[in-house]
């Protein structure tokens, strides 16, 4: 059964980012807290990333709207929704 779902167009890519490495920079960026350029992001990066798997985990990121990239760096501004895990745990199991 062929797949009829395409999250994002891989005609024009050669090489994806795995998910470790997209997770690796969202924590990087989480736990910055700040501010940061391309450079100093990959810098702070524990592992090395090559330039384009970079760019397209950004491009990702802010299509998800986890970041906003803008003239002087890239910050993180995803907060995760704190109530609606306490509404979870309290609601009823159907």
């Given at each position: 059964?062929?797949?009829?779902?395409?999250?994002?167009?891989?005609?024009?890519?050669?090489?994806?980012?795995?998910?470790?490495?997209?997770?690796?920079?969202?924590?990087?960026?989480?736990?910055?807290?700040?501010?940061?350029?391309?450079?100093e992001?990959?810098?702070?990066?524990?592992k090395?990333?090559?330039?384009?798997?970079?760019?397209?985990?950004?491009?990702?990121?802010?299509?998800?709207?986890?970041i906003?990239?803008?003239?002087?760096?890239?910050?993180?501004?995803?907060?995760?929704?704190?109530?609606?895990?306490?509404?979870?745990?309290?609601?009823?199991?159907i």
């Open positions: 059964m062929p797949q009829t779902i395409q999250i994002m167009e891989r005609k024009n890519l050669k090489h994806s980012p795995t998910l470790n490495t997209v997770l690796m920079v969202e924590e990087t960026l989480k736990k910055s807290g700040k501010l940061l350029t391309l450079a992001l990959k810098r702070k990066l524990p090395q990333v090559m330039h384009q798997t970079l760019i397209q985990i950004l491009d990702y990121l802010q299509m998800s709207g986890k906003l990239i803008g003239k002087k760096g890239i910050l993180w501004i995803f907060t995760e929704r704190k109530e609606l895990n306490e509404l979870i745990k309290r609601g009823t199991e």
